[in-house]
């Protein structure tokens, strides 16, 4: 009797391999929704490459005695400046779900941003993190809805389930034309939809808005942050920041911080890559702010280079989706311990001790 021996799958040693392992483990049109981009995909292949372009130079011979990747950010020290983006919809990934990436992250010491279109609640998510000592911050992203009073409460609701900040994104008025999940026909499985979303009540348009079906009638304005701000304590991090002069506005606005992002080229194609936006945001703030990029990071190479930018923290999205489609909550927390020992190798290679030693000099010798 013959013996079939079936070899199983290499254990990822990359965030590549992550990526290449959960392409072979979901549906085609899952697999679009998670990986694809907007129009021709431009900035959703630049965002890595540019991050690639740029080179590092080291210096030797340096003292790196007790080195680490300790920071302190939002009035808390963290472990290491990796946290993990908002995603929608994570159960189309692995049964896990988000609760399955909060575990990993609060396991890593990770901070985590749960989205407002997820498929679960707020309120299972913080009970199950908020007790571990060795967390990281646990903030809920805010898509703003057509109704006021809906934000409001949902942020009220984020409040009384533990949650530390808002992170309201800015940069999505209208979803980007994303043309592969398009062309996939992916639509969410029946019975899988945004539970915070379950009772929004019913947008009114006019018959004769057609510019965008009228959807950007009812996109945040400063004015909307405002009002937020007046009525809820909790912190607000506006995401999807890449213009200066929004940034200088979000200063006097007085928000927490900001997440200099292009959506990971899931908006608008030919935006500038974070790479290019994050070092002039820094500049116009002039440390005004506290600031954290993502986009394309894929490597703890880029991570450094993003401090040295003038990032203070990362976020990592699909990375994290890779892990949880191949192993559940480990694949996660996989994924975020990579990202992190990768970012101490770099570190110890260029001569960082700590994460304040990584700055401009890193990219350029002059």
Known sequence: MAVSHITPPLQPVTLADYEAQSREKLEPGIWAYFSGGAADELTLRRNTEAWQSLELWPRVLRPLTGGHTKLRLAGRELAHPILLAPVAHQKLAHPDGELG?????????????????SST????????????????????????????????????RAQAAGYESLVLTADAPVSGARDRERRSGFTLPTG??????????????????????????????????A?????????????????????????????AGLIVSNHGGRTLDTAPTTTR???LIARALEGGLPLIVDGGI????????ALALGANAVLIGRPAMHGLAVDGALGVARVIRLLRDELEIAMALTGCRTLDEATPALLSPS
């Open 298 to 305: 894929r490597r703890g190479t880029d991570v450094l280079k």
């Open 277 to 279: 936006a994050l070092p």
């Open 121 to 156: 609640p707020m309120e299972a998510i913080a009970s199950a993190v908020l007790d571990d000592p060795g967390r990281g911050p646990l903030w809920f992203q805010l898509y703003w809805q057509h109704d006021r009073a809906f934000n409001l409460a949902l942020a009220q």
């Open 192 to 225: 899988m939809g945004s539970v915070h979303l379950q009772n929004l009540p019913a947008p009114s348009y006019q018959p004769s808005e057609t510019y965008c079906a009228g959807l950007p009638a009812h996109a945040p304005c400063w004015e909307d942050i």
């Open 101 to 117: 990436s909060a575990l990993a992250a609060a396991a890593q010491g990770a901070g985590y941003v749960l989205s407002t279109q």
């Open 227 to 255: 009002w937020l701000q007046e009525r809820t304590p909790l912190p607000i991090w506006l995401k999807g920041v890449l213009h200066p002069q929004d940034a200088l506005q979000a200063k006097r606005l007085g928000v």
